[in-house]
């Protein structure tokens, strides 16, 4: 019974790192969609803009990967 339990926890764990890991992933498809949306928009000009508008969105996806992992794990 009780290796029974234990696999079940074990089982619960991996597919909730699974889990992080998808979310990690799909912040950051979002992080690079931005950035081409941008670069679309402004036609692959005013790189300095498209840098500074880019930088919240880049440390919140640092951030928040962190915190998904930790939380996670």
Same mark, same amino acid.
Not at 7 to 10: A, D, H, N
């Given at each position: 019974m009780k290796t029974e339990i234990e696999?079940?926890?074990?089982t619960s764990n991996e597919l909730y790192k699974l889990l992080a890991v998808?979310? +990690?992933v799909a912040l950051w498809i979002m992080w690079f969609a $931005? +950035?081409?949306l941008l $670069? @679309?928009?402004l036609n692959g000009e005013y790189f300095w803009w498209r840098a500074l508008a880019t930088y919240p969105f880049t440390m919140v996806t +640092? @951030?928040?990967s962190g915190l998904v992992w930790r939380h996670y794990r």
């Open positions: 696999y079940t926890k074990q998808m979310l +990690i $931005s +950035i081409g $670069s @679309k928009l +640092i @951030k928040v």
